[in-house]
């Protein structure tokens, strides 16, 4: 709670999948959030075919928001390889964009602090992909570890560098097995990857958000028991609001 007593409200939503179809619709669904929430997360695939044209809807119906946007990319955002121009209209935009980066927001005098990657694919546990035999296939290992590690970077930052009262953990690919039940289970690889949890239970978190599995669960936990929630828009409709108290005592809604 901030020093008025008040809950912290974090609201979350991905996979949004702007084009110009959505023009006009995505408004009503946003801008709800600002009676409702302190701050807004965008958890990845803010386009559907990775346009900056795409991207450009988004913020028009982004315009009405009046509480801080932290945001991350997500695999279709990079289908052109207009990621960057993508990210660079977004910041334009007044939009925080992370992508192994921090950011802290003062809320009613309590730092909350967002860590953000768009992870990658793997899988999970021990069906995680081992780096071994091909190049190809250690390539691919070595994507979800690098993400894997500037995740971890950001929230040693948050934790031990500028230690802040909460940490909210934004990932785009599902950091855990549980918030992917649901999907065909031929897909779990390609749908997140554990080596994302663990720096999660290691630094510590009050929540995490993902999106990508579209056809998933919407709540899990982490082994550390802390609360991750799948906010793609395919499965939840809405955004989802995450409350924080004292002490990493929360609610949710």
């Not at 959505?22 to 695939?45: C, F, K, Y």
């Not at 044209?53 to 315009?63: K, P, S, T």
Request: aromatic share 8%; net charge negative.
């Amino acid at each position: 709670m901030g020093a008025e007593g008040t809950p912290i409200r974090i609201a979350a939503y991905a996979d949004i999948h702007a084009h110009a179809d959505l023009r006009g619709r995505l408004r009503g669904e946003l801008e709800s959030v600002n009676d409702q929430a302190d701050v807004l997360v965008l958890a990845g695939d803010l386009t559907f075919f990775g346009a900056i044209e795409e991207a450009r809807v988004l913020i028009e119906e982004l315009h009405g928001l009046q509480i801080p946007i932290i945001g991350i990319l997500g695999n279709h955002d990079f289908e052109l390889s207009q990621e960057d121009s993508i990210r660079q209209a977004m910041i334009e935009a007044g939009v925080i964009m992370l992508d192994g980066g921090i950011h802290v927001v003062d809320v009613r005098g309590e730092r909350v602090g967002f860590a953000g990657v768009k992870g990658f694919c793997g899988g999970f546990g021990d069906r995680l992909v081992a780096p071994f035999g091909e190049a190809a296939l250690k390539a691919f290992v070595r994507v979800g570890q690098i993400e894997a590690e500037k995740f971890s970077d950001a929230l040693h930052r948050l934790r031990v560098t500028d230690p802040v009262d909460h940490v909210v953990a934004v990932v785009h690919y599902a950091p855990i097995r549980d918030t992917v039940v649901g999907e065909s289970m031929d897909l779990w690889p390609f749908l997140g990857n554990s080596s994302l949890c663990e720096p999660i239970d290691r630094h510590g978190a009050d929540v995490v958000f993902h999106g990508h599995a579209h056809y998933g669960s919407p709540f899990g936990r982490t082994p550390g028991g802390i609360p991750v929630y799948n906010v793609a828009r395919p499965l939840v409709r809405t955004p989802i609001v995450h409350y924080l108290t004292p002490k990493s005592a929360s609610i949710a809604v």
